[in-house]
């Protein structure tokens, strides 16, 4: 099988050779290891060394010359219009399998045509919306647990009721004054704070794209990253290095749209489904959502802007959501204290009087 998935012909594909020599050859070592593994089992027991070591000495000897000298001879000796004239076929396949792999139209580009991807820039810019939207609770890299009280009960977080729950969550953090302190009753303990960890643990077999894009829907911030059916396992097809990892299949599957301050993700199905995307939403309908059009015309890239262009901190509308966001504020401007950082204290101190200083609805 790791013939198929990268063989010796140009640019890894399975060729003439693979197909005519080196897969019956690995068929032939295979039954031969056997054998020769029965024989040296008897004649190690019967103290037969010298037979063992002829036995193993064979094995290798064959093995380096059907799988290394032999190929190489085979393709210095036959002319090169011969082998291209062998390999189109087997050309003509991979191409087949590639389109089939990436659902790809018209020309196949070869991996080494691809320029690297560049993701400086838009990580630049999901790390300035992070820092300007700094009431989220939900942010591209965000860590660490934060308590918030939620009394309409928007924010997809567990509760903290008393009892055992509250111990086993004290005892997950290693934080056991969590069980000893006051907290309210609508209090919600939000421990995935991070963009991809919650986009992960909900559709953990989708590979997530290189960028998480913020998007706007009024005045509120959600987070966007597109998922993907990824393997490289899949044969006879072209690899290419994407979102970080080399791959022999990716097919574009869904959409996850993050809210940044409640934390809850919607999965939004790709209008062309691979057969791996299938399977997965039939297994667990209830994850994904219908009318990612009408979704798609109600955001927009493009952040709030007032009167002079700049940009305003995303204002909460609920009692629930501006204690949510102050008390990330708070929480990060400790951290910041705590670590010495005294530019993000001092940028989160004024995103923090920008919000209480704004009327809420």
């Known amino acids: 099988y790791a013939l198929l998935l990268r063989g010796s012909g140009p640019s890894g594909a399975f060729s003439y050779v693979d197909h005519r020599w080196l897969a019956p050859t690995y068929l032939f070592l295979a039954i031969g290891t056997t054998a020769a593994a029965g024989l040296i089992l008897l004649a190690g027991w019967?103290?037969?060394?010298?037979?063992?070591f002829l036995a193993v000495t064979?094995?290798?000897?064959i093995s380096v010359s059907c799988l290394k000298v032999l190929p190489f001879l085979l393709r210095q000796t036959a002319p090169a219009a011969l082998q291209r004239l062998r390999n189109?076929?087997?050309?003509?396949?991979?191409?087949?399998?590639?389109?089939?792999?990436?659902?790809?139209e018209g020309r196949i580009v070869p991996a080494e045509e691809i320029p690297p991807p560049r993701t400086s820039t838009d990580s630049a810019v999901s790390n300035a919306i992070a820092a300007r939207y700094d009431g989220s609770l939900v942010y591209p890299g965000a860590s660490g647990a934060v308590i918030v009280g939620d009394s309409l009960d928007v924010i997809a977080a567990p509760g903290l009721p008393r009892g055992v729950r509250r111990l086993a969550h004290a005892w997950s953090q290693q934080d056991m004054s969590l069980v000893s302190g006051d907290l309210p009753r609508n209090a919600?303990?939000?421990?995935?704070?991070?963009?991809?960890?919650?986009?992960?643990a909900v559709a953990p077999i989708f590979a997530q794209g290189s960028y998480a894009a913020p998007l706007f829907r009024g005045d509120t911030l959600y987070w966007s990253i597109e998922l993907y059916s990824a393997s490289n396992f899949y044969p006879l097809s072209a690899h290419y290095r994407i979102a970080g990892a080399e791959r022999a299949y990716f097919r574009h599957a869904a959409t996850a749209v993050v809210h940044s301050v409640t934390g809850r993700t919607t999965l939004f199905p790709a209008d062309m489904l691979d057969p791996v995307a299938k399977a997965w939403i039939s297994r667990y309908p209830g994850l994904f959502a219908s009318g990612a059009a009408s979704w798609q015309g109600e955001l927009s890239s493009a952040p709030p802007s007032d009167i002079d262009g700049t940009v305003q901190p995303q204002m909460p509308s609920t009692d629930s959501t501006f204690r949510a966001r102050t008390t990330a504020l708070y929480n990060r401007m400790r951290a910041a204290l705590a670590s010495g950082d005294l530019g993000t204290f001092g940028a989160t101190f004024d995103t923090l009087g920008m919000l209480v200083s704004q009327p809420r609805q």
């Not at 189109?88 to 790809?104: E, I, K, S």
């Not at 303990?189 to 960890?197: E, K």
Request: aromatic letters at 8%; a positive charge.
């Open 58 to 61: 064979a094995v290798l000897v």
């Open 46 to 52: 019967s103290g037969q060394l010298k037979t063992s």
């Open 88 to 104: 189109v076929p087997y050309l003509q396949t991979r191409d087949a399998f590639t389109r089939r792999a990436y659902g790809m």
């Open 188 to 200: 919600k303990l939000v421990g995935t704070r991070d963009v991809r960890a919650r986009v992960r």
